[in-house]
């Protein structure tokens, strides 16, 4: 499974980090599921504030040199940067080792309590992209001035000696093969695309790939832990990173201080038939949920529907349409059903892609489909140049070193005929030979035994489950409860998606007090969805100032700016004036009509953002963006949706706390 997205991406971030200053407020292959930090600067930061540089702990065991960062996500100035280095295998300490990259964003406490360390799960993602572009807002949302935020890249991922079998170009050659092969050449290739990872990984690191393990990565952070020089610290892991943290609990209990695993994964009790049905029946049954928002919502796939069936058989036409003929993108890249497939599961990961998958469908539809490939290519972490983050790869390594691999059945057959009835859209190309191979580990590697979790420590765990979440269900959440002990709390959230955090403000507060004051939930606790904000009265007086282009009705562009409806209300236009040009034509209309100018800060390099008080005292910001702001990587899919020469133009309403 992919990391969960958070919802608020750079620009998000800051404009609610700006809006609140003003406002006085203190991967895997088709078939399954960049170098280290160069500090700029050599200052030591003793991991309590104010202290010696002393580190208590393990003897030989470096402390962290903290750093300015250098690294094109990490822009905050605020962020501090790190390596430390690991071995490869802890059965031999002295043997090769490896260097994990680290990044904080600080406290300014002087009553420093503690780290919390953060993982966004996969496995395979980067910790070190998540906070260096969302740590502020982390840590602001969740009431964290008094603890680091620690982000870091696992062993193998991305700047952690991460793993790269396929190059760029293989990746993409390989990414979505025919799964309904009608040719012999069709068949051999399939099949080649099976074949060709397990034999490059081999050809390039051999048995060292069984030391990319879970358990190893628990490990990892404990060494992360003693050269903080905390006795204890906190986690705050999300999918698969709630396995992780519940691995690192269960092997180091005395080390916790307290822990949030939120859309909780646990795979070391499922029966055979589970580790198959589980997320094949949360997919298809999310499909339905998004089928029967589409024809009831403002959806562009499939126009007008009285019912969720006819979005559904529309779509099941466009999948035969694409495997009969598909679709060359600009790029060159073949659109055919396996993208369609990739790309909708990548969107019913989250409720905020909803939209942007009816506006995908609706453009392949239409014969265009650079809809298709950014949501499967933002799954497969590649980015517009076709540079390839090192989720796809390390993914499955992770996952078979970690033992988490399927058990082939025993009657591959029946199985196969299972779930293609549970599952008839995402089951329908599976075949008893795939299962009878299992995962495919076997080619990678000795199997691997699985770390079951049992903690028996006394600090507090609050574990949260989605009833409707497609990759990591409820069942999970129930068990992990268990299975983390009398000091487990369950968070039941009824609404849709996978990943809570930021997204509930009710499951965001119970984290929260988990993580700050040691504060369980109620037994029992439910949450649900957060309401939309609604328009604001004062809103249609709002200038068009010359210049400034009719509203964009792009749900895509509003996704890739992390914008959903439940966070803030937000217009979308564009300009042909200059960054500067449109806050000064806005300025006089708005104060024209009593809008009270705050002012106005360098959002991000190539945004800057203008706050206003409204007639009734709410808080009105205009964030202009240049296509320089879409240089940074975290916003490449957005300069990708704007027109050539123009400027994006952001009215955001963000109601006060």
């Not at 996969?122 to 602001?140: C, E, K, L």
């Not at 992990?480 to 709390?489: E, I, K, Q, S």
């Not at 709002?542 to 749900?555: E, H, M, R, Y």
């Not at 200059?578 to 009593?594: I, S």
Request: aromatic share 8%.
């Amino acid at each position: 499974m992919p990391a969960v997205r958070l919802r608020l991406t750079a620009v998000a971030v800051t404009a609610v980090v700006l809006v609140a200053a003003c406002s006085g407020s203190d991967a895997e292959l088709a078939t399954s599921p960049t170098s280290p930090t160069s500090p700029t600067s050599s200052t030591t930061v003793a991991a309590t504030q104010g202290s010696d540089n002393a580190v208590p702990g393990d003897a030989g065991l470096a402390q962290l040199n903290w750093s300015s960062c250098d690294d094109d996500v990490a822009t905050n100035d605020r962020l501090r940067c790190a390596t430390l280095s690991v071995p490869l295998d802890y059965d031999d300490p002295d043997g090769s080792s490896i260097d994990l990259a680290l990044v904080m964003y600080p406290t300014s406490a002087a009553d420093r309590i503690g780290a919390i360390v953060f993982n966004p799960g996969g496995p395979g993602s980067s910790g070190f992209d998540y906070v260096a572009s969302g740590g502020a807002t982390i840590a602001g949302e969740l009431g964290l001035e008094q603890f680091d935020l620690i982000g870091f890249d696992p062993r193998g991922v991305d700047r952690s000696a991460g793993l790269r079998c396929l190059t760029n170009e293989q990746l993409d050659a390989y990414a979505y093969p025919d799964d309904t092969p009608d040719t012999a050449e069709e068949q051999a290739f399939l099949e080649e695309s099976r074949r060709v990872f397990a034999d490059a990984c081999i050809e390039r690191y051999g048995d060292t790939l069984q030391f990319y393990s879970t358990s190893n990565t628990a490990r990892d952070i404990d060494r992360i832990r003693t050269a903080t020089g905390d006795d204890q610290i906190s986690f705050l892991g999300i999918s698969y990173g709630t396995y992780l943290g519940a691995v690192y609990a269960t092997m180091f209990p005395e080390h916790v201080r307290a822990m949030v695993l939120d859309s909780a994964f646990e795979p070391t009790g499922d029966t055979v038939e589970e580790q198959y049905t589980t997320q094949l029946v949360g997919f298809e049954q999310a499909f339905d949920e998004w089928a029967a928002w589409c024809a009831d919502a403002t959806c562009s796939f499939a126009g007008p529907a009285d019912n969720s069936g006819q979005v559904a058989d529309a779509w099941d036409d466009l999948r035969q349409l694409l495997d009969d003929s598909p679709i060359i993108g600009q790029d060159g890249r073949a659109a055919n059903q396996a993208l369609l497939e990739r790309a909708t599961r990548a969107a019913l990961y989250s409720e905020i892609d909803w939209p942007v998958l009816g506006s995908a469908l609706a453009m392949a539809a239409n014969g265009d489909p650079s809809g298709l490939f950014r949501l499967a290519d933002g799954f497969f972490s590649r980015d517009s140049d076709g540079t390839y983050a090192t989720l796809q790869q390390s993914n499955k390594i992770i996952n078979c070193a970690s033992g988490i691999e399927a058990t082939p059945p025993v009657d591959a057959e029946a199985l196969a005929d299972r779930l293609r009835a549970l599952a008839p859209r995402f089951g329908r190309t599976i075949r008893a030979d795939d299962l009878a191979n299992g995962d495919g580990c076997i080619d990678l590697m000795p199997s691997q035994p699985i770390s079951t979790i049992r903690f028996d420590g006394a600090a507090p765990v609050a574990v949260v489950g989605g009833l409707h979440d497609p990759a990591t269900p409820f069942r999970w959440a129930e068990e992990m409860t268990a299975a983390m002990g009398p000091t487990a709390r369950l968070i039941t959230y009824s609404g849709p998606g996978h990943g809570q955090l930021l997204v509930s403000n009710c499951v965001t507060a119970a984290e929260a007090a988990v993580l700050t004051r040691l504060a369980l939930p109620d037994v029992g606790t439910e949450c649900g969805s957060d309401p939309e904000i609604e328009r604001p009265p004062w809103w249609d007086s709002l200038p068009v100032p010359d210049g400034i282009d009719a509203i964009t009705d792009a749900p895509e562009l509003a996704a890739a700016l992390g914008f959903a409806v439940t966070d803030l209300y937000a217009e979308i236009r564009t300009s042909d004036l200059l960054m500067t040009e449109v806050l000064a034509a806005y300025r006089p209309a708005l104060e024209a009509r009593n809008f009270a100018y705050l002012g106005e800060q360098e959002a991000i390099p190539g945004g800057t953002q203008a706050v206003y008080t409204a007639p009734n005292d709410d808080i009105f910001s205009i964030l202009v963006l240049d296509r320089s702001a879409f240089d940074d990587p975290q916003l490449q899919s957005v300069g990708s949706l704007v027109a050539e020469g123009k400027v994006l133009v952001a009215l955001i309403y963000l109601p006060s706390p």
